[in-house]
């Protein structure tokens, strides 16, 4: 990584991107340290414990602890997103339509999933807003009225839209998938404060007889981090490549090919999806409850706060099957049999032993369900694990408040990481031939 790095700084035009969207995600964390007017941020202090607010934290970058302009980041974003994707599946017949024209519908459908991201940012934000409020002891708004709740839902909704701009910034004039990116910076940048309470929590102030616990359990840690990152990268880059035969044959060009297909193609997107979904139910939940007093009494209020919350075990299986869900849905939007098996056909190539158009499309999409298979349940079993661990262990300790949303974490930041990776290798292979041909001429 650190070679390529270098390498890629040696590029000019490489390092233009890099710097960019380093600068992108300066201008983000400035962002989420702006705490919104009229707001008391402290009040959130009491409620570190809230499920969704963790998971909003996460998606957010940390903006929500901070109630900063940035606090919804781009959850309103990947909620809309997911929206217009599904209607896109043969509900919608524009936006079926659309998905087919190439470029043109592209930017229709991207202009119809920021004015979503809008409604949903603003009912978002006066809702969450409204919920906090609610809930905090001293009060997050100190002077709660009706336009105050207003006026703060369109500072969030404008952060939203802005953070939403800057991710499209990085990934048209960057490197990398801009959403992503931006998660993943918010994640980075909360790592140098949970090394910190890991130092202070079992390191200072601790009895000779605790010092041995406490070192036994950092390593243990540190294994199961190193056992996940390792196993995540391996997961992450494994795909199986398809033989390509030609029947068009051009004078120097290779007869045969093959097609590669990820184990997991979906790559991070679907804990990023299930990590917003979840926070929907929860959040309407607890606003409700704090509008309508007498429905915390009620037993199926309970019930529901129960699933939806990633603490329990109920709601850990299903955040855990939400992410095995959107690997699946998310795999064949990105892949689409369909679209393969008609690009494969105009260009005069097929797979050997299949039946090109149809025959194609099927074996294509059998194969993507067992690969899928796979990367769904290994993606499941990584978020399931540290949720479960949280548990089991006494998390009274500061350092270990975020432990359940560590798996999630860790995918995150490895998915973006190898995503960056190789996109830079693809711009340096990129100069690499342009250069060659120019020196040709």
Do not use: C
């Amino acid at each position: 990584m650190f070679k390529l790095l270098k390498n890629a700084f040696n590029i000019k035009e490489i390092r233009l991107k890099i710097l960019f969207t380093i600068f992108i995600l300066f201008i983000f964390r400035l962002g989420s340290h702006i705490t919104v007017p009229g707001v008391d941020a402290h009040a959130l202090s009491k409620l570190q414990d809230v499920s969704f607010l963790n998971l909003l934290s996460l998606t957010s970058g940390g903006g929500m602890q901070n109630f900063s302009v940035f606090a919804m980041g781009v959850s309103p974003y990947i909620t809309s997103s997911i929206i217009i994707q599904m209607l896109q599946m043969d509900i919608v017949p524009k936006f079926v339509e659309w998905s087919k024209q190439g470029e043109v519908g592209r930017k229709k459908l991207n202009q119809v999933t920021r004015y979503l991201t809008l409604i949903i940012a603003f009912l978002q934000s006066v809702g969450i807003t409204t919920l906090f409020n609610g809930m905090s002891q001293q009060g997050l708004v100190p002077k709660p009225t009706v336009g105050t709740f207003i006026l703060i839902g369109l500072i969030l909704t404008t952060g939203t839209m802005f953070i939403t701009w800057l991710g499209e910034q990085i990934t048209e004039k960057g490197f990398g998938n801009g959403v992503s990116m931006i998660i993943f910076a918010g994640i980075i940048s909360s790592v140098p404060s949970s090394v910190r309470d890991l130092w202070n929590d079992y390191f200072v102030n601790i009895s000779p007889s605790d010092l041995l616990k406490s070192i036994i359990f950092v390593i243990a840690l540190l294994l199961a981090i190193i056992a996940i990152v390792t196993a995540t990268t391996f997961v992450q880059q494994a795909e199986r490549k398809i033989p390509i035969q030609y029947t068009k044959r051009i004078q120097g060009a290779p007869t045969s090919s093959y097609l590669p297909l990820k184990v997991n193609a979906a790559g991070v997107i679907p804990v990023i999806f299930a990590s917003s979904i979840v926070t929907i139910p929860s959040a309407v939940i607890q606003t409700l409850s704090t509008w309508i007093p007498s429905l915390a009494e009620k037993k199926w209020v309970d019930v529901m706060t129960t699933i939806f919350s990633y603490q329990t075990l109920p709601g850990s299986i299903l955040y855990a099957l939400l992410i095995v869900g959107f690997t699946f849905f998310y795999a064949f939007v990105q892949v689409n049999p369909e679209k393969l098996a008609e690009n494969l056909q105009k260009q005069g190539s097929y797979i050997p032993r299949v039946r090109p158009g149809k025959g194609t499309e099927e074996y294509v999409s059998k194969l993507l369900m067992r690969l899928s298979t796979v990367g769904a349940i290994f993606l499941g079993v990584i978020a399931l694990l540290p949720i479960i661990a949280s548990m089991l262990i006494d998390e009274s300790k500061s350092a270990l408040k975020g432990l359940g949303l560590g798996g999630t974490s860790l995918l995150i930041i490895i998915g973006v990481a190898l995503e960056a990776a190789k996109q830079l290798e693809g711009l340096m292979l990129k100069r690499k031939y342009v250069g060659f041909i120019n020196t040709e001429e």
